[in-house]
Nanobody, 116 residues
């Protein structure tokens, strides 16, 4: 069974940086895209950033210019560099992997807390 393993979350002061990483536990073929979502308490899960196997990226407006997604899709890994963090970025961040078959997988989530 495929598992997505996330790392890099933690506590940081406003203005600081964190780098999240996500890797699949087994080699997967047929990946369409990988990405990061986040969910704050009482809020719906929302897209943060995604990258397709062709290298096309997409960002939420709230993180444009501050976050950068990168990945080695063929190696089943994706990273999220988060700079200039704000308290409103506090959330649980989830990695998502989508196959061309439309099957998808989620990671277990990693907590990011930004203090003011």
């Amino acid at each position: 069974q495929v598992q997505l393993v996330e790392s890099g979350g933690g506590l940081v002061q406003a203005g600081g940086s964190l780098r999240l990483s996500c890797a699949a536990s087994t080699r997967i073929i047929g990946i369409y895209a990988m990405g990061w979502y986040r969910q704050a308490p009482g809020e719906q899960r929302e897209l943060v950033a995604s990258i397709t196997s062709g290298g096309r990226t997409n960002y939420a407006d709230s993180v444009k210019g501050r976050f950068t997604i990168s990945g080695e899709i063929n190696e089943n890994t994706v990273h999220l560099q988060m700079n200039s963090l704000k308290p409103e970025d506090t959330a649980v961040y989830y990695c998502k992997l989508t196959l061309w078959s439309a099957n998808l997988y989620w990671g277990q989530g990693t907590q990011v807390t930004v203090s003011s």
